[in-house]
């Protein structure tokens, strides 16, 4: 009995794309791919909250997979999950890209149309995911990159201070932070409306 809680212990800690890194040393492909199918949406849900637009957003996944594919040599299985490894690659890729965007202003915001909601459900979740987009985007990029990985990736604080390469204090700080100005953005946002 001992020994099975022992074992599944350490099944824990595993990788689970453990399966893929030999194959993807070796060159393989459809390795790749079985790495894409698991993590795209991943990867590109993270970079979509953090910059905001879709176009930058799978821009950056393709970088973040390429750079996987041309670093998976130097990989040294133990000292992290490969998804961690790669949601720091995307969250680097993201704040450089943070830094170097110039705003672009539009009246235009694309429509998620939700067929299960009632037109007045959709529309009024589409001002609240607006409402809280601009909101996220009036966050430091630290804080948003907090917020995004604790509440849209749904890491834990141990995986989201590995993501952003920080102590779990720091990463704490960052979503207490981030949260009390998301509040105050938000409240200042209904009062003017």
């Known amino acids: 009995m001992l020994r099975k809680v022992v074992d599944n212990t350490a099944k824990e800690h595993l990788d689970p794309d453990a399966d893929l890194i030999s194959s993807l040393k070796a060159g ?6 079985q790495l894409m199918e698991r993590h795209l949406t991943t990867i590109y849900n993270l970079a979509y909250y953090m910059v905001g637009d879709q176009m930058s957003a799978e821009d950056i996944s393709q970088s ?3 750079k996987t594919w041309q670093g998976i040599s ?5 000292q992290a999950k490969l998804i961690t490894w790669m949601r720091r690659v995307a ?17 235009t915001v694309p429509e998620v149309v939700d067929l299960a909601d009632t037109p007045f459900e959709a529309l009024s979740r589409q001002n609240q995911s607006d409402r809280m987009k601009t909101a996220l985007q009036k966050l430091s990029d630290r804080q948003r990159m907090a917020v995004t990985l604790s509440y849209y990736q749904e890491l834990n604080q141990r995986e989201g201070a590995a993501a952003m390469d920080i102590s779990e204090g720091a990463y704490e700080s960052l979503l207490v ?17």
């Open 28 to 33: 393989d492909n459809n390795a790749l791919g």
């Open 64 to 66: 973040v997979f390429l």
């Open 74 to 78: 130097k990989w040294e299985p133990g």
């Open 91 to 107: 969250t680097n890729a993201c704040l450089d890209h943070l830094r170097k965007k110039k705003p672009i202003y539009t009246d």
């Open 177 to 193: 932070r981030g949260r009390k100005a998301l509040k105050v953005i938000l409240e200042n946002d209904r009062v003017e409306t």
